[in-house]
């Protein structure tokens, strides 16, 4: 600030020997007396502003909200039960303005958006194009622009800065589009590294993606490209969302696993988890699905938020990567799989998943 500020010369500084100096008028120190004062406030005012503007406040946590959902496609063909999207997309929508409201950092990521969809849920977050609060990252998966599903991450603009985003096809020519390995349609992993406006200290990179529903070898060899990507982005801590087609005890889900990442459903501990089990419900509301393929995964570092100070300290030697753990905390604090189905039909056949985290940034 001190390169800012002017110095005012004395005013009627003595000149030569024997002048006597004129003291300033009542009226002239009145007036001086005002400038100062307007000048010690602007310089206030404006270290106030850049303090609370630019500096995070110290100890105090990020609270990010993330959010997953796979809304299911626009179908024209619907299947038994299946209400089309011009039914659904009002509670599609209507779940994410209200789970997104919590007064937290929001990173949303859906899958299956075609592009007419993903046009229909940014207007209706924007209130009808009203304003622009509401902004996304994502292509289409078949020509990397907006032809077939996108895997897109949402977030508010009051919230977030993009550091950087790209997009990479799981497959063996992950930088164009393409099919991979034994897989049925191509598959894509969305990834964008925010900056947080409340903390610009805090950095984190969002994954999204949707594994293939048939190619067993693509599903596996995904979750191997997926790792790479993650341990090779960046210095930031990453998180990855999407629906995997995988359960907890198939191998793709045990390659993440293995590589430390958290799955914030086993993370978590009872208290703190609210809603259903199953992620996967199908349409049937008799015959409801019990899979559990949609998750959100957390860096190998992150912690139980709700856990003792000791439980959490003797967890520290699983740490391989000791700079970066004590840069950055990363603790859940809630996660839920809620409920999809109102007015007698379902928004999806899949139900969202969120999961609350703090993030320390020291």
């Not at 120190?29 to 609370?52: E, K, P, S």
């Not at 993009?162 to 063996?172: A, G, I, K």
């Not at 191509?186 to 594994?211: C, G, Q, Y």
Request: hydrophobic letters at 30%.
């Amino acid at each position: 600030m001190a390169e800012n500020q002017e110095t005012t010369p004395l005013l009627n500084e003595g000149t030569s020997t024997g002048t006597s100096t004129k003291p300033a008028s009542k009226k002239t120190r009145i007036i001086l007396g005002i400038f100062a004062i307007i000048g010690i406030l602007a310089i206030t005012g404006w270290t106030v502003y850049r303090i609370t503007e630019k500096t995070p406040l110290v100890n105090e946590p990020l609270k990010i909200r993330l959010y997953t959902h796979n809304i299911r496609f626009d179908n024209h063909h619907t299947d038994v039960n299946e209400e089309k999207w011009s039914k659904r997309r009002q509670l599609v929508t209507s779940s994410i303005d209200f789970n997104t409201d919590s007064g937290s950092a929001n990173v949303v990521c859906l899958q299956e958006v075609l592009h007419n969809q993903l046009e229909d849920i940014l207007y209706n977050l924007n209130e009808g194009n009203t304003t622009d609060d509401w902004t996304y990252f994502g292509v289409g998966r078949t020509d990397g622009k907006t032809e077939g599903e996108y895997a897109p991450i949402l977030f508010k603009r009051a919230e977030w800065n993009v550091v950087d985003n790209s997009t990479s096809w799981l497959s063996e020519s992950p930088e164009v589009p393409s099919r991979g390995w034994d897989a049925a349609l191509e598959r894509i992993v969305s990834m964008v590294t925010l900056e947080s406006k409340a903390n610009p200290f805090v950095r984190l990179n969002f994954f999204n993606t949707h594994f293939d529903h048939k190619g067993k070898k693509a599903r596996r060899e995904s979750a191997r490209l997926i790792v790479d990507r993650m341990e090779n982005y960046n210095g930031y801590p990453s998180f990855l969302c999407g629906d995997f087609n995988t359960k907890p005890e198939d191998e793709p889900y045990q390659i993440l696993k293995s590589h430390g990442f958290k799955d914030s459903r086993t993370l978590i501990d009872q208290l703190h988890s609210y809603g259903h089990k199953a992620t996967f419900t199908g349409f049937d509301n008799l015959h409801e699905d019990t899979a559990i393929i949609d998750y959100v995964w957390g860096p190998y570092f992150a912690k139980n938020g709700n856990q003792s100070p000791s439980i959490l300290e003797s967890e520290d030697i699983n740490y391989y990567d000791l700079d970066l753990h004590e840069e950055y905390k990363v603790m859940i604090k809630q996660y839920a799989v809620l409920h999809s189905r109102f007015h007698g039909f379902y928004m999806s056949d899949h139900r969202p998943v969120s999961a609350d985290y703090y993030i320390y940034k020291d």
